[in-house]
């Protein structure tokens, strides 16, 4: 069942996150931060906001998504995860479903969602090709020489 992320929630957000080959340290610090800020501020205030597919007590995965600064109706998908243990049952597209059933109740005229060019990276970029995003840009030898980054777009 898609919900709210609650407070208890934390831990299994950040376990799922630091067991994912695609993101590195990197990306799991940036997330507790992120999370970190949710939970002082709220959605409202930080401007980001977390959904949890949940099976019982057990966290199946989990996105993260917010309005974008000085733009009208634009929003950004920062994080979309699935336990990989979990993986090719629905999770991650139900969590994009959702993530932009929420977004659309806010106003929302766009969605954007990036992903590295790595092949680690090819399940995103998969699941937001099948969900009807198009790459609106790509930024050559962006994170690293040799792994660009991939800016998708849907439209609403």
Known sequence: MIMDATEADGPQIEDIAARIDAFGDEHVDALGA????????GAEDSGY???VDRDGDAILGFACY???DLADGV?????????????????GRG???ASETA??????????AEASGTSKHEPTRELYRAAGYRIEATIKDFYSAG?????FVKRF
């Open 147 to 151: 792994d660009d980054l991939a800016v």
């Open 103 to 112: 977004v659309l109740e806010g106003g929302a005229r766009m969605m954007i």
């Open 95 to 97: 969590l994009l479903t």
């Open 49 to 51: 906001n977390f959904l």
């Open 66 to 68: 917010g309005r974008r």
């Open 34 to 41: 992120i999370w970190e800020e949710y939970l002082i501020l």
């Open 75 to 91: 929003y950004d998908l920062y994080y979309i995860a699935v336990d990989p243990e979990g993986r090719r049952q629905g999770t």
